[in-house]
Every structure is written in structure tokens, then in C-alpha cells.
Nanobody, 124 residues
């Protein structure tokens, strides 16, 4: 079964940084737009960031703009989410997603493949 695998989550203090990575398990996603979403306990899954297939266009949620950076290394077939200046409100399970399209989307229902998620916990 084709899936995405996230890594890099963990526990960090407020103001700290983490970098999440995402890669495909059975196939390449180098020609897919990719996204990051998150879900905190008791809340809806929400968009965080997305990047187009070439890595030339990115989009961010207002809540993370200026603090998070999405990027991709097509040679390594890996997508990254660099998270800086983390705060407790960023605590959530973070999911990587891929869509069968070249351009980004903010809508989780428009993504076709998902990872199982990685926990990010920010302590105050």
C-alpha cells in the first residue's frame, strides 16, 4: 500500500525548532504537490503549509506564516517542514499529504495520500 512516512516530531520547549520530513514508502512523489496538515486534540484537521511539485510555489496558514518553512528536495524525494519559534498552540499531530496534481491546495479532501502522522508537543 502506497503511503507517506513522516519523521522528526518530538517534544520541544516554546521558542524552539523542529524539522519534519516526509517521504513515500512505495513510490516517488516528486511529481506531486505536497501538503502538511495538523490536528490538535478536540479540533478539526487544519492546513499548515503546501508546496507545488517543482518546489517553486508555497502556501502557508496565517498562524504559521513567518515561522514555518516548507521545502522539498526532489533528488531525495523528500519534503520538509521547518518549524521555528514554536509555541504551545502548535502542539498537534502533523500529517504529510500528497495530491495527484502539480499545484497546491489548502483543502485536505483534495489530497490523495496521507502519512500516519507524527506528534509535535511544545511545552511552555
Amino acid at each position: 500500500q502506497v503511503r507517506l512516512i513522516e519523521s522528526g516530531g518530538g517534544l520541544v520547549q516554546a521558542g524552539g525548532s523542529l524539522r519534519l520530513s516526509c517521504a513515500g514508502s512505495e513510490r516517488s512523489f516528486s511529481n506531486n504537490a505536497m501538503g502538511w496538515f495538523r490536528q490538535a486534540p478536540g479540533k478539526e484537521r487544519e492546513f499548515v503549509a503546501a508546496i507545488n511539485w517543482r518546489g517553486t510555489a508555497t502556501r502557508y496558514a496565517d498562524s504559521v506564516k513567518g515561522r514555518f518553512t516548507v521545502s522539498r528536495d526532489r533528488a531525495k524525494d523528500t519534503v520538509y517542514l521547518q518549524m521555528d519559534t514554536l509555541n504551545p498552540e502548535d502542539t498537534a499531530v502533523y500529517y504529510c499529504a500528497a495530491r495527484n496534481a502539480l499545484t497546491t491546495s489548502l483543502i485536505w479532501g483534495e489530497y490523495d495520500y496521507w502519512g500516519q502522522g507524527t506528534q509535535v508537543t511544545v511545552s511552555s
